[in-house]
């Protein structure tokens, strides 16, 4: 490693690059190997980091050693350890050693795919790893480059709801005369339980707030959306002169797991016309296993459906797939050409240029760690991937439904468990199972959120996080039990 | 490294992590050590990777060792490669080690961020390192936290352009009364030098096309934005009953590097009370020079801020920093606080959570990279490294200047010269340039652009990739006029 010096560095000089790096990996791998001995969720106060840290910036270089030591020191304490076996919060952002790889390749590289000159592999990849990824899921050919769609890598589930919101509005606009006024006159639906993003990018886009409807879920449906309250809110409002334009559909809610029931949606949504995209987030992954691929059924009503396999398809941050049936409506919506961009490759309209298919120019370069994620493991350890953590789920689950102190409150479809401590008065449900939480997220020992649906307060735990086993989850249940011990000594006084 | 084998690899063994990791290390500091061999510009034909791959994902997985010869036949002649010594078109993606050190860091924790619970070193180290570009370009304390503002990592100048409009667009709006309808009377203002993301950006938010107004730039004031017929434009939409709410001004344009006057276009901001945002995306990092501060002057009479690190400040892609004057516009526009991200923190209103600062959840901890480019090189290095770069555009500058046969179209400001090979005849012009540009960007010995502005088409000759040194620069003057001799035979017969 370079010393700390005030002559004038190579930012870029392959030695240095490569002893640097090597430190780097070695100062990673330790990280993986002590990941259990941090407390899972970070204990630290608010502001620990402006403590510790110079208000400004240094005016000579600094060493690598002093550097890493101060990640050490005090970045290390102020992270909650997503990468450890014992993260069971929100969904887990699964990492892998091939998605790793893929990532350094993006970043060495450094390339800028916005348009397919610039990089051709970048685009070109991206758009082969869309249809192998596609083709995993059994998406009609209607999705994929190879049939008459094509699919897109976005950061984030909330990019790819934008994009697919401004295409819907814009297609809407057109339709309706191309008076903008009329977009205060647009209408978009999702259940209640629909991710929180979707009335944040519908807004993003310009729909006003009034104009969003969430249709109500209920235990009787397990919080899956029923298409009969979407069919009436639609006739509803074509009643009172609105346009509705766009629904979304979730397999796999946050808070506890849901399914809509995409066939159904399907036919409403086509049958009054409106743009159907389908969030299968977290979900989507296990959808590769012909057993789950059922979640899909419907697929071929809906014009654009996302997954992320940032989630749980061991890709590292960050990765959401975007296939849609006809990206001529992503195009029209997001293309622009300036003058400082124009080469013949577009011209010819023979390419991808995918900066007509995303919110920015830039792009990295992600396509690479996706295609190595995949063939690093193959579909076989993919599909085993997935079915190993559901088989943990429900050894977990089965734990949780043969203590009696305890209730599965939404039954489990993957790898949720929605479950609580029952109260003795339905009252303290609330706060004994918060207090519950509490004691065993302080614990440092395992990290879970909550979630809240027909009004009943609930622990969430998710299996998934990469480096989970079988005994992470007997210690969790032995956590849960003692922390549940003690507290209901106290509720039962 | 691992064989190819059927049995279920281990996704994140520390031992095969370490050496998978170290031999992809090799790759890259090979790739760096070869980079000159490569033609600059890919010469694949469109399609050529699909010829080349399979149409589906392997069942079976792949070894690293055949990942990587793949790489190298496949993907790397399908790279336009961006960190060439000769690469000199759009602007620079300039990468260092250090930070590449930092996406290893960010990619290794792979934590998501989106609020202070769910990583505390992310939002905070995110946080004092804004704290810290700020001050090394003079922003006011108005604009930092440890001031009454803040900033925050963005992957794109486009997304900050999304989100201070949406924040603009809402705080117009509830001043209007808050009837969503209004947003058709909302109106834009840049200039028509002003980056395609503005526009994309507007409509996006949902800002009618008809409402964008493109202040017309020329050869007068070297392409910036004249405030006189700004405020006469403003006038003339008041006058209209429309509702000017938001100005973009610009520190070197994309086609010819132009700044506009922040000063004056501040005060025009200021008096009709529109959001005044600066992007300052690629010449944003010369300010922390003071001899290139000048640029900024006037930036206390702006809302909001923006330049790319990821350009020309030795951070790999993506990284955008933003700060805006009244982070509580940004949060009223985008915020939202579901049930399952409720926690005792964000309550306490004494964090800031990011996810509320921009488009998406997820978020990756781009603050390490940022500031592990900061502290290994020191503010002493980082200025070195602009100053060398505007050197070098100097001598360049000066090379084409005293050649009679070529002419620099709009002065240099920083690292971009704009020029063109004198046409005998003037309507020759646009068609000997292109041809001249082809002719060396077909050579793969260097890779350049062209923009057009005042109806004159030129070559952009940007300096800034991170292993650029004086030598490649007189190739690239050699290369030039080899071309343009043999050219000017063919045009002078």
Known sequence: ??????????????????????????FIADYYKNIEKYPVQSKVETGYLTAKLPDSAPYCPDSLEDILEDVKESILPGLTHWQSPSFFAYY?????????????LCSGFNVVGFNWISSPAATELESIVLDWMGK?????????????????????????VVCTLAAARDKALRELGGNWENITKLVVYASDQTHFTFRKAAKLVGIPPSNFRLIQTSFATEFSMSPEPLRLAIEDDIESGLVPFYICATIGTTACGAVDPIAELGKAANKYKLWLHIDAAHAGSACICPEFRHFLDGVELANSVSMNPHKWFLTNMDCCCLWVKEPRYLVDSLSSNPEYLENNASKSKAVVDYKDWQVALSRRFRALKLWIVIRRHGVANLMHHIRSDISLAKQFEALVAKDDRFEIVVPRKLVLIFFRLKPKHELDSGELNCKLLDAINSSGRAFMTHGVVGGIYAIRCVIGATLTEERHLKDLWNLIQEKARFLLLQYNE
């Open 1 to 26: 490693m370079t010393s700390n010096s005030e002559k004038p560095l190579h930012p870029l000089d392959p030695v240095s690059f490569t002893d640097e790096s090597k430190a780097v990996i070695d």
């Open 92 to 104: 887990q952002a699964s990492s892998s050693t091939a998605g790793f790889l893929g990532e350094m």
């Open 136 to 160: 995993m899921l059994k998406l009609p050919s209607s999705f994929l480059f190879s049939g008459t769609g094509g699919g897109v890598i976005h950061g984030t589930t909330c990019e790819a």
